[in-house]
């Protein structure tokens, strides 16, 4: 039975709640791993398991809203969060827009996945910059030890979602 609402110009359109729950789903999940984890999570040298979830994006479009608000409200905790932030939920939401471009074509999912770690690390500048601002640290230096953990954390979430994505289907 197909059942359409209509929605007047007046009232917004919503996004059905089985959308929503999975959004909160994913964005919970973000904060409960970055947080739970805090003690590698932020600083000059980060393994960020959770960021696992960014190729959740690949699959479906509503990970962008998703990881993009997981990330905003994590970096509330984050030692820099003034700038982690607005800098950190921006450069998030950019980059996964990017992937989901980049990657739009690609049919294998290792090879989107692939492409999708490089780029996330490559965009780690935004954090090393953070860094030198608020802590005066070495740019380069501190640009490859956040892109290396960055890569090292998409490497082992990107097998962990592989190997989901198997077993469900993320794009429904």
Known sequence: MNKSVTHSPLQPSILPAAEMTKIALVASLYVVVTAFLAVISFGAIQLRLSEMFNYLALYNKRY?????????????????????????????????????????????????????????????????????????????????????GELFSMSIGGVVIYFLSKKIDLTE
Do not use: E
Not at 73 to 88: A, E, K, Q, R
Not at 100 to 124: N, P, Q
């Open 64 to 148: 962008v809203i998703a990881v993009t608000s997981g990330v905003l409200i994590v970096n509330f905790m984050s030692p820099t969060w003034i700038l982690d932030v607005p800098i950190g939920g921006t450069a998030t939401l950019l980059v996964l827009l990017l992937c989901r471009f980049l990657t739009r074509r690609i049919k294998h999912d290792i090879v989107k996945m692939a492409i999708t770690a490089v780029v996330f690390a490559f965009s780690m500048f935004t954090v090393a910059a953070q860094l030198v601002i608020l802590f005066d640290f070495p740019f380069f230096y501190t640009w490859l030890t956040v892109a290396a």
